[in-house]
T-cell receptor
C-alpha cells in the first residue's frame, strides 16, 4: 500500500520567514495530494491540495509543489505569522481509491514573534 | 460550506463497554469515512461507511470491534465495542463529495474518547 513520509517532524521559524514541509510517497499511482492544518484541539482543516496533472498551486501565502518523477511534494508558507502555528499533515490518495487518504506523520510548526 | 457535527464531543467510558459515535452532515455527500487519531499521532483510516451496505474496513480494523452504519447520505455511526484503554483516542468522521466536489475531504470536530 501507499506509504507517506513527512519531514521535518518539528519546525520553528521566526515570524515573517518562510516554512517548507516535505513529503514523499511510495506509490506512483497516487494522484491527489492534500495538506491539512490542525490547531490544538481542533479538527484537521484542508488548506490546499494538488493533483498529479499540476506541478504547482498557490493560494495567497501558501503554495504546494509536486514532483511526480521523484514522488515528492512540498508545502511552502511564506511570510509566516503566529496564527500559522499548528500541526500540518500531508496526505496521498491513489487512483480508484478516492477518499482513502494515507497521511504523513505530521509537522509541528511553531512561529515565534 | 457544509456543517459536519459529531456526538458526543467527548466521553469517558469504562473498560468492556461500548460507545456509539454519530456523524451528521447538513447536506448529502458521496463518501463518509471514520478515522482514529491517537494522542500526538497522525490520522489512520478505520473504514469507509457505505450507504446501504457493509462498511469497508482497513487492515487492522474489524467489524466486530468497530461496527459502522450509514443509513442515508447524511448520517453515519461508529461503535467502539468492548473498549479497552488502548481505544482511548480521537475518532473523526470525514466526508467527500460536498457540493459535488470530489476528492476534497472534510472532517468533523472529532470525539475524544477516554477508556478507564
Amino acid at each position: 500500500g501507499e506509504n507517506v513520509e513527512q519531514h521535518p517532524s518539528t519546525l520553528s521559524v521566526q515570524e515573517g520567514d518562510s516554512a517548507v514541509i516535505k513529503c514523499t510517497y511510495s506509490d506512483s499511482a497516487s494522484n491527489y495530494f492534500p495538506w491539512y492544518k490542525q490547531e490544538l484541539g481542533k479538527r484537521p482543516q484542508l488548506i490546499i491540495d494538488i493533483r498529479s496533472n499540476v506541478g504547482e498551486k498557490k493560494d495567497q501565502r501558501i503554495a504546494v509543489t509536486l514532483n511526480k518523477t521523484a514522488k515528492h511534494f512540498s508545502l511552502h508558507i511564506t511570510e509566516t505569522q503566529p496564527e500559522d502555528s499548528a500541526v500540518y499533515f500531508c496526505a496521498a490518495s491513489m487512483i480508484g481509491s478516492w477518499g482513502k487518504l494515507q497521511f504523513g506523520a505530521g509537522t509541528q510548526v511553531v512561529v515565534t514573534p | 460550506s457544509a456543517v459536519i457535527s459529531q456526538k458526543p464531543s467527548r466521553d469517558i467510558c469504562q473498560r468492556g463497554t461500548s460507545l456509539t459515535i454519530q456523524c451528521q452532515v447538513d447536506s448529502q455527500v458521496t463518501m463518509m469515512f471514520w478515522y482514529r487519531q491517537q494522542p500526538g499521532q497522525s490520522l489512520t483510516l478505520i473504514a469507509t461507511a457505505n450507504q446501504g451496505s457493509e462498511a469497508t474496513y482497513e487492515s487492522g480494523f474489524v467489524i466486530d470491534k468497530f461496527p459502522i452504519s450509514r443509513p442515508n447520505l447524511t448520517f453515519s455511526t461508529l461503535t467502539v465495542s468492548n473498549m479497552s484503554p488502548e481505544d482511548s483516542s480521537i475518532y473523526l468522521c470525514s466526508v467527500e463529495g460536498l457540493a459535488g466536489v470530489y476528492n476534497e475531504q472534510f472532517f468533523g470536530p472529532g470525539t475524544r474518547l477516554t477508556v478507564l
